[in-house]
């Protein structure tokens, strides 16, 4: 009986000991993320683990890393994974100092995260972002930022500055296997007097844009005049053309109609000169005589009555 029960109890231990062993093998891997397998004696496993339950020896250790894309923050906010003042500054070419919020999202590469668990000698992707990524990120922004004056980074070249980040950080981690997704200035705060001094450039390039257009509009008013008044010009030119047409075609005609009556009138006197025979001309004498004779005097003749 006694050998029976201490078989049972060495059954049951056994039984536990399994389960334990069991719970203590099964590992979970997180949606996005894959596992990397480390044996204390063989190394690194040459295949990582997807998403999902898996069965792991004791003697093996799984580090996960992200290869989805997460998003991180160094702002003064309790936010996502900021949960204290994670804000800083930032130096200018014009020996400024700048405050900034900023936020960013990355990933692990998913083909190269072995290289990155042997370069970062087995961190977590967690303790790769808290003490290597945003040191970085941090560092890496200031280099850039080093490159311009205060008036840019707060002022109108922001957005060109965001860009140049975006692309250094690329570049900067893309040789430890991590991807910079996006990176993005949420907030940057900078001391009173260089406030004044950017809204007073601000201003003046206000101004400046104000007379640009309003010379551009002056400008555009008087090519639109000139066009108006060049239109008025050929419009008087061509009326003007057109009045001394009709005055040289009506003096034309009013010529033309001269000469047809000259002509015409020429024409009658010279049939009328044609037709005045002697006969003729001493017909109408006698038809216009009045039947008194011509009276002639002189200093030695006497005037003659020629009707005695």
């Known amino acids: 009986m006694k050998t029976g029960k201490v078989g049972a109890v060495f059954l049951g231990v056994i039984i536990v000991i399994a389960l334990v062993i069991c719970f203590l093998s099964l590992k979970k891997v997180p949606a996005g993320y894959v596992g990397v397998v480390y044996n204390f004696s063989t190394g690194i496993s040459d295949k990582t683990l997807s998403q999902g339950w898996h069965f792991v020896a004791p003697t093996k250790k799984v580090t996960i890393y992200s290869i989805g894309i997460e998003q991180s923050y160094l702002t003064s906010e309790d936010k996502g994974d900021s949960k204290k003042d994670e804000s800083f500054s930032i130096p200018t070419s014009d020996g400024k100092t700048v405050r900034v919020n900023l936020e960013f999202s990355y990933k692990f590469d998913s083909e190269r995260v072995a290289d990155t668990f042997i370069l970062f000698k087995g961190r977590s992707g967690e303790a790769i972002k808290d003490t290597f990524i945003k040191p970085k990120v941090i560092a890496w922004t200031q280099e850039v930022s080093a490159k311009y004056p205060v008036t840019d980074i707060f002022g109108d070249k922001r957005t060109e500055i965001n860009a140049e980040l975006d692309t250094y950080l690329k570049e900067k981690f893309l040789p ?98 044609d037709s005045l025979t002697p006969e003729l001309i001493e017909k109408i004498k006698y038809e216009q005589w009045n039947g008194e004779l011509p009276q002639v005097q002189g200093s030695n003749t006497p005037i003659v009555n020629m009707g005695e």
């Open 176 to 273: 430890y296997g991590i991807v910079i997704d996006t990176v993005n200035f949420t907030d940057i705060a900078v001391d009173d007097e260089t406030a004044a001094s950017i809204q007073k450039k601000v201003t003046a390039q206000q101004e400046l844009e104000l007379a640009n257009i309003e010379a551009q509009t002056a400008k555009i008013q008087a090519e639109k005049d000139k066009q108006v008044a060049l239109i008025e010009a050929e419009k008087n030119k061509e009326a003007a053309q057109i009045q001394a047409e009709q005055a040289k075609i009506k003096a034309e005609g009013e010529a033309e109609a001269k000469k047809i009556a000259a002509e015409a009138e020429a024409e009658a006197n010279k049939k009328i000169a």
